[in-house]
Nanobody
Framework: EAKLVESGGGVVQAGGSLRLSCTAS????????FGWWRRESGLDEEVLAC????????YYLPSVKGRFTISLDATNRTFYLQMDNLKPEDSTVYTC??????????????WGEGTTVTVSP
């Protein structure tokens, strides 16, 4: 069964760091877009970071740019979200997704189950 398995959520103090991982199984890792989303209170999920083979640069949501970094490890079929200088407002559920090469959107092919990040003041 093709799926994404997430790990790395948890509780951290403000200013701290966490690294989320998302490992793919049973689908090709090549020519895919990979991204991370989070749910904002009262809002739909928003894409935080996206890397796509057809786009020249990595996308970051402005509120996380400079603090969060998405990276890929094709050998281990895993992509990551390194989160630094975390703030209490970063607390929510984070979800990874993979899809076609054109970029990140609501129509991604595979979604993780979500992992919770809690940042204490």
């Amino acid at each position: 069964e093709a799926k994404l398995v997430e790990s790395g959520g948890g509780v951290v103090q403000a200013g701290g760091s966490l690294r989320l991982s998302c490992t793919a199984s049973d689908f090709t890792f090549e020519e895919k877009s990979f991204g991370w989303w989070r749910r904002e209170s009262g809002l739909d999920e928003e894409v935080l970071a996206c890397v796509s083979p057809t786009r020249p640069s990595t996308y970051y949501l402005p509120s996380v740019k400079g603090r969060f970094t998405i990276s890929l490890d094709a050998t281990n079929r895993t992509f990551y979200l390194q989160m630094d200088n975390l703030k209490p407002e970063d607390s929510t559920v984070y979800t990874c997704a993979a899809g076609g090469p054109s970029g990140c959107g609501s129509g991604m092919d595979f979604w993780g189950e979500g992992t919770t990040v809690t940042v204490s003041p």
